[in-house]
């Protein structure tokens, strides 16, 4: 197999895996209404310190622009068919979303520690895994999102973001 066919293979792979997370990510904030009410709340945590803190409304509209940015970016992506414009899309999506877990995380550790504060130290094994994994959970996501970025951007930034295996070669664009 010659070299260039190796490098549009590892793009499309790696296109295909970026769009899997997000395609997936979606689902869990859209996928339902109750996923989008749970979506809408949270998402006020971009809120926080602002006359719109705890709106709802905004909150749903900021869950339907995440929603959409993240399938639009996606669906780019795994075609290979407006790349560098879903790669956009999913970086626009991503920062706010690591906010959104860096806030989530204080607010989980918060909570636990006064569910601590009033259980008289009798379940204090299981509340210390509980703020671990909440604290862990969170952090290794907005990790992940720090990952997604750096991929977005090399997708944005490189010469050949699709290579031959994309519908916009097959396309003649």
């Known amino acids: 197999m010659d070299s260039a066919l190796i490098n549009d293979i590892g793009l499309f792979v790696l ?12 689902w869990m904030i859209a996928g339902t209404a109750e996923r989008r009410r749970l979506t809408a709340e949270r998402s006020t945590v971009l809120l926080n310190n602002t006359s719109l803190a705890q709106s709802i409304p905004i909150g749903r509209l900021l869950g339907a622009g995440a929603a959409s940015f993240m399938v639009i970016g996606s669906m780019a992506l795994l075609i290979g068919f407006g790349t560098r414009i879903g790669a956009v899309l999913l970086i626009v999506f991503t920062i706010p979303g690591i906010i959104v877990h860096l ?8 909570l636990v520690d006064k569910v601590a504060a009033h259980s008289r130290g009798e379940p204090a094994d299981i509340l210390a895994k509980l703020r671990w994994s909440a604290y862990a959970g969170h952090r290794s996501s907005a990790n992940k999102n ?13 010469n050949d973001p699709n290579g031959q295996l994309s519908l916009s070669v097959a396309l003649g664009i």
């Not at 899997?20 to 990510?25: A, D, F, P, S, T």
């Not at 997604?148 to 997708?155: D, E, Q, Y």
């Open 103 to 110: 806030r989530e995380l204080l607010q989980a550790v918060e």
């Open 15 to 26: 296109r295909a895996s970026v769009a899997y997370v997000y395609l997936h990510g979606a």
């Open 146 to 158: 720090y990952a997604l970025i750096g991929t977005a951007l090399f997708l944005l930034l490189c």
